[in-house]
């Protein structure tokens, strides 16, 4: 029996939690990778993935390359288990580790990239302090129009059709959930990220990144690529390092992402990462099944997939 059509899709920032290299699988590059994130980031990785606490885990500069790392050995893994995926892509960060399991990028060009991300993104979190929050049970249009009355706020991922990520100061995002919780919103639950991601308060890390992606060395993607600016697949070196500049200061556009992969022809997602966000995201999609490598181990991917 071939196997089911299927995309790898990689989780961002959020889905870090203490003890997230424990469960990864073994791989020959993981300490090499970790022993570079180190060196790169200036901080103790391993121990604060091992030992938390979750406030230094919940730092971007620390989550970032243990999230890329952690992603990227999962999808690898999944490789060489046979999966040969018609698609990949990633939430926010996780575009990095789709785009190294694609051949965009080595590893260790993305790990580069992430920490250089991770550095710039902490640095103007700090000089422009800010949050994000999910909005949920409160269909998109609504979040859309109630927050476009609204200042120092703004729609950061559209995750599903009903739960909308918010990013924006700390008196925006209070302001928001506020207006949103009086509008019928379900409920507001504050995200563990360092900063406004994915807003126009991020303009100074876009800005400097997007220098550093346009100078780095990209070649074609061997798997098709969907991202967060654009979710269309591409291959093309050039279309998708354009895609990835603007990201920073970009929405997500995460719903769009899982109804093209199935409109593509996509039968099952498997998420490969850390958690389990975006497994959920895409079980609320009619016509599309989703599971977790940590649910049940590559094992239980390659049943689903019928492999």
Known sequence: MSMRTHALVFPGQGSQRVGMLETLPEHEDLNRLLDAAEALSGLPLRSIAVNGPADSLSDTRAA????????????????????DPAFVAGHSLGEYAALAIAGVFSAEAGLELVTERSALMAATAQATPGTMAAVLGMERSEVAELVESLSEVWMANDNSATQVVLSGTHHGIEAATTALTAAGARRIVPLTVAGPFHSPLMAPAGDRFATIVAEAQFSDATIPVLQNTDPTPATAEKLIKARLLGQITSPVRWTETVLALRDAGVEVIVEAGTGAVLTGLARKVDGIEAVAVEDGGIERVLEVLGA
């Open 64 to 83: 970032q390359p243990l999230l890329y790392l952690t992603d990227w050995v999962w999808g690898m893994s999944l490789l060489d288990c046979g999966l």
